[in-house]
Protein backbone atom coordinates (compact mmCIF):
# COMPACT_ATOMS: atom_id res chain seq x y z
CA UNK A 1 0.00 0.00 0.00
CA UNK A 2 1.42 3.53 -1.30
CA UNK A 3 1.07 6.29 1.61
CA UNK A 4 2.22 9.55 1.42
CA UNK A 5 1.90 11.65 4.69
CA UNK A 6 2.87 15.18 4.68
CA UNK A 7 3.55 17.02 8.35
CA UNK A 8 4.94 20.52 9.30
CA UNK A 9 2.19 22.76 8.48
CA UNK A 10 1.10 25.29 10.69
CA UNK A 11 0.51 29.12 11.58
CA UNK A 12 3.05 31.22 10.89
CA UNK A 13 3.47 34.94 10.46
CA UNK A 14 4.45 36.68 7.72
CA UNK A 15 8.20 36.56 7.16
CA UNK A 16 8.13 33.44 9.05
CA UNK A 17 9.49 30.39 7.49
CA UNK A 18 8.35 26.49 8.14
CA UNK A 19 9.56 23.12 6.77
CA UNK A 20 7.03 20.39 5.54
CA UNK A 21 7.55 16.58 5.64
CA UNK A 22 6.53 14.50 3.14
CA UNK A 23 7.37 10.70 4.42
CA UNK A 24 6.28 7.76 1.89
CA UNK A 25 6.17 4.06 2.41
CA UNK A 26 4.96 1.34 -0.41
CA UNK A 27 7.29 2.48 -3.28
CA UNK A 28 10.55 2.33 -4.49
CA UNK A 29 11.46 6.08 -3.06
CA UNK A 30 14.35 6.79 -5.37
CA UNK A 31 12.40 5.93 -8.56
CA UNK A 32 10.26 8.99 -8.21
CA UNK A 33 10.42 12.28 -8.79
CA UNK A 34 8.51 14.12 -5.99
CA UNK A 35 6.68 17.29 -6.06
CA UNK A 36 4.89 19.78 -4.25
CA UNK A 37 1.67 21.12 -4.97
CA UNK A 38 -0.78 23.70 -3.11
CA UNK A 39 -4.76 24.36 -3.19
CA UNK A 40 -5.63 27.21 -1.60
CA UNK A 41 -9.44 27.93 -0.95
CA UNK A 42 -11.68 28.76 -4.12
CA UNK A 43 -8.35 28.20 -6.16
CA UNK A 44 -6.85 25.37 -8.66
CA UNK A 45 -4.18 22.75 -7.12
CA UNK A 46 -0.69 24.41 -8.63
CA UNK A 47 2.48 22.90 -8.82
CA UNK A 48 5.27 24.32 -6.31
CA UNK A 49 7.95 22.34 -7.11
CA UNK A 50 9.68 19.28 -8.07
CA UNK A 51 12.83 17.52 -7.37
CA UNK A 52 14.18 14.68 -9.49
CA UNK A 53 15.78 11.40 -8.59
CA UNK A 54 18.48 12.24 -7.27
CA UNK A 55 17.98 15.44 -6.51
CA UNK A 56 20.08 17.18 -8.87
CA UNK A 57 17.35 18.81 -10.69
CA UNK A 58 15.12 20.93 -9.40
CA UNK A 59 12.02 23.31 -10.19
CA UNK A 60 10.30 26.05 -8.64
CA UNK A 61 6.99 28.10 -9.83
CA UNK A 62 7.70 31.69 -10.10
CA UNK A 63 5.43 32.39 -7.31
CA UNK A 64 7.81 30.48 -5.37
CA UNK A 65 11.40 30.56 -6.53
CA UNK A 66 14.12 32.16 -4.16
CA UNK A 67 11.77 31.56 -0.95
CA UNK A 68 11.13 27.95 -1.48
CA UNK A 69 13.66 24.92 -1.56
CA UNK A 70 12.83 21.45 -2.14
CA UNK A 71 15.12 18.43 -1.13
CA UNK A 72 14.67 15.12 -0.60
CA UNK A 73 16.49 11.87 1.56
CA UNK A 74 16.71 9.22 -0.30
CA UNK A 75 17.62 7.20 2.61
CA UNK A 76 14.91 8.39 5.02
CA UNK A 77 12.20 8.19 1.70
CA UNK A 78 11.29 11.70 2.42
CA UNK A 79 10.88 14.64 0.65
CA UNK A 80 10.75 17.95 2.11
CA UNK A 81 10.20 21.57 1.38
CA UNK A 82 11.40 24.39 3.34
CA UNK A 83 9.44 27.70 2.88
CA UNK A 84 10.80 31.19 3.84
CA UNK A 85 10.03 34.78 3.82
CA UNK A 86 6.03 33.38 3.66
CA UNK A 87 3.59 35.64 2.81
CA UNK A 88 -0.64 35.46 3.08
CA UNK A 89 -0.65 34.27 -0.75
CA UNK A 90 1.30 31.01 0.11
CA UNK A 91 -2.05 30.35 2.28
CA UNK A 92 -2.87 26.73 0.98
CA UNK A 93 -3.45 23.05 1.77
CA UNK A 94 0.13 21.24 0.40
CA UNK A 95 0.40 18.41 -0.99
CA UNK A 96 3.37 16.05 -1.98
CA UNK A 97 3.02 13.87 -4.90
CA UNK A 98 5.08 11.25 -6.64
CA UNK A 99 5.50 10.17 -9.92
CA UNK A 100 8.09 7.72 -12.07
CA UNK A 101 6.78 9.09 -15.25
CA UNK A 102 6.28 12.98 -16.63
CA UNK A 103 6.00 15.50 -14.14
CA UNK A 104 2.66 16.28 -15.48
CA UNK A 105 1.30 13.07 -14.28
CA UNK A 106 1.87 12.72 -10.56
CA UNK A 107 0.42 9.41 -9.47
CA UNK A 108 0.83 8.94 -5.51
CA UNK A 109 -0.82 11.95 -4.00
CA UNK A 110 -0.49 12.72 0.22
CA UNK A 111 -3.55 13.73 2.19
CA UNK A 112 -2.15 17.33 2.50
CA UNK A 113 -1.36 19.52 5.22
CA UNK A 114 -2.72 22.87 5.98
CA UNK A 115 -0.63 26.13 5.85
CA UNK A 116 -1.50 29.23 7.07
CA UNK A 117 0.23 32.87 6.97
CA UNK A 118 -0.70 35.42 8.58
CA UNK A 119 -0.36 39.09 7.75
Known amino acids: QVQLVESGGGLVQAGGSLRLSCVTS????????MGWFRQALGKERELVAH????????YYSDSVKGRFTISRDNAKNTVYLQMNSLKPEDTAVYYC????????????WGQGTQVTVSS
Open 51 to 58: ISWGGVST
Open 26 to 33: GITFSSYI
Open 97 to 108: AATVGGTSNFRF
